[in-house]
């Protein structure tokens, strides 16, 4: 696919709109980023349009490989994450819920969702002329592994009294 059939993109299309300051403030689902924007050329001493300057067949080959790179790392993450929370599941399926590798699958699952929070943090495209960049905090893995480290303790507790139990009869 070349990066030329799309020249003729437009932006505000997505919800992306000028803001003060030279920024562009992107809403999406009800949390506007705003992305800080190089708008002058260092190339010639001109000054372009958004219209000239964003524009997907001007987005740089080392850009597209990183956004590719980033999109790839968090869907394995993803996928990681699934197959950790099937392992539990299915434990407690078979009734053996306090198991040691429960609290292992638990502990790699928050592990997998910091690395999706770190993944998240910092979105970078280049553009021939100028480039979009954002760093945003996402809450919510951050609370999944949150969540995921007290449910291993738990079952941690939960497996040390059950070996408590078995030893005492």
């Known amino acids: 696919m070349r990066l030329d059939s799309y020249k003729d993109f437009q932006f505000d299309i997505l919800g992306i709109k000028q803001a003060e300051g030279g920024q562009l403030k992107i809403s999406t689902a009800g949390n506007s980023t705003?992305?800080?924007?190089d708008k002058y050329s260092k190339f010639k001493g001109k000054i372009f349009?958004?219209?000239?300057?964003?524009?997907?067949?001007?987005?740089?080959?080392s850009s597209l490989y990183f956004l590719y790179f980033r999109t790839i790392a968090i869907l394995i993450l993803v996928f990681?994450?699934?197959?950790?929370?099937?392992?539990?599941?299915?434990?407690l399926k078979s009734i053996e819920s306090?198991?040691?590798s429960n609290v292992l699958y638990l502990k790699r699952l928050a592990f997998y969702l910091f690395l999706i929070f770190i993944v998240n943090l910092y979105v970078?495209?280049?553009f021939e002329e100028g480039s979009l960049t954002s760093i945003?905090?996402?809450v919510t893995p951050l609370l999944l592994a949150l969540l995921s480290i007290i449910l291993a303790e738990v079952f941690k507790e939960g497996n040390?009294?059950?070996?408590?139990?078995k030893?005492?009869?």
């Not at 197959?83 to 299915?90: A, M, S």
């Open 34 to 37: 705003f992305y800080s924007v």
């Open 49 to 61: 349009n958004d219209e000239d300057v964003f524009t997907l067949d001007k987005i740089k080959v």
């Open 80 to 91: 990681l994450c699934f197959k950790r929370f099937q392992n539990v599941i299915e434990s």
């Open 98 to 100: 306090f198991k040691k």
């Open 124 to 126: 970078y495209i280049g």
């Open 136 to 138: 945003s905090i996402s």
């Open 160 to 165: 040390q009294l059950m070996e408590e139990n």
């Open 167 to 169: 030893l005492t009869v």
